[in-house]
Nanobody
Framework: QVQLVESGGGLAQAGGSLRASCEAS????????MGWFRQASGKEREFVAA???????????EYGDSVKGRFTLSRNSAENTLDLQMNSLKPEDTAVYYC?????????????????WGQGTQVTVSS
């Protein structure tokens, strides 16, 4: 049974940092695309970042415009984990953050390209 389990997140003040982690189990995602999306209350799910395997131990990383320069994605393919380091947080970063995985090769920002989803972890940023 494939599972994605998020941890971390939490509460931070504006300008602060948080880290969210995703651990995959049930299969090996070494050659899969893994990413993070977020959904704020009353809003549509938004792409945050994704990591796509492009060969060997090399991964291509893509970020959503709203988090570029502030968030950093790191992946450990041996451990099937995907971490999201969130710096310079803003109140508008407040959302439930979801880990996702799938065979997406293009349109990494499109949620429909992902087959597996975690249950989410809450990130709240106070002003």
């Amino acid at each position: 049974q494939v599972q994605l389990v998020e941890s971390g997140g939490g509460l931070a003040q504006a300008g602060g940092s948080l880290r969210a982690s995703c651990e995959a189990s049930g299969t090996t995602f070494t050659r899969s695309t893994m990413g993070w999306f977020r959904q704020a209350s009353g809003k549509e799910r938004e792409f945050v970042a994704a990591s796509k395997w492009i060969g060997g131990n090399t991964y291509y990383v893509e970020y959503g415009d709203s988090v570029k320069g502030r968030f950093t994605l790191s992946r450990n393919s041996a451990e099937n984990t995907l971490d999201l380091q969130m710096n310079s947080l803003k109140p508008e970063d407040t959302a439930v953050y979801y880990c996702a995985a799938g065979a997406a090769q293009v349109e990494l920002a499109l949620a429909a390209r992902y087959d597996y989803w975690g249950q989410g972890t809450q990130v709240t940023v106070s002003s």
